[in-house]
């Protein structure tokens, strides 16, 4: 079955870095996009980037612009989020993400989620 599986969240002081990593199973990575999601607390969940599966970075949200790097590895079926210069309204809950058909049908999968607090 498609798993999702986020990890690499934690606290990080304002200006610090951190890396999160999606590990993927149960379908064909290399054929998705993948996506990373953040919601925060009292916000609406919102899309922070997405990458094809090729590797070519389709999109980031302004506000992590320059500082956020998406990517991935289909060797390994993982996909990554380098966070660098983080603050403080970067602290949300981050989701891995993809569109992927199972038997003919098109769902939404979804991780656990991986808690990223940017805090003094």
């Known amino acids: 079955q498609v798993q999702l599986v986020e990890s690499g969240g934690g606290l990080v002081q304002p200006g610090g870095s951190l890396r999160l990593s999606c590990a993927a199973s149960?379908?064909?990575?290399?054929?998705?996009?993948m996506n990373w999601y953040r919601q925060a607390p009292g916000k609406e969940r919102e899309l922070v980037a997405n990458?094809?599966?090729?590797?070519?970075?389709?999109n980031y949200v302004d506000s992590v612009k320059g500082r956020f790097t998406i990517s991935r590895d289909n060797a390994k079926n993982t996909m990554y989020l380098q966070m660098n210069n983080v603050k403080p309204e970067d602290t949300a809950v981050y989701y891995c993400n993809s569109k992927i058909a199972v038997a003919g049908e098109w769902n939404d999968y979804w991780g656990q989620g991986t808690q990223v607090t940017v805090s003094s």
């Open positions: 149960g379908f064909s990575f290399r054929t998705y996009i």
């Open positions: 990458i094809t599966g090729r590797g070519t970075i389709l």
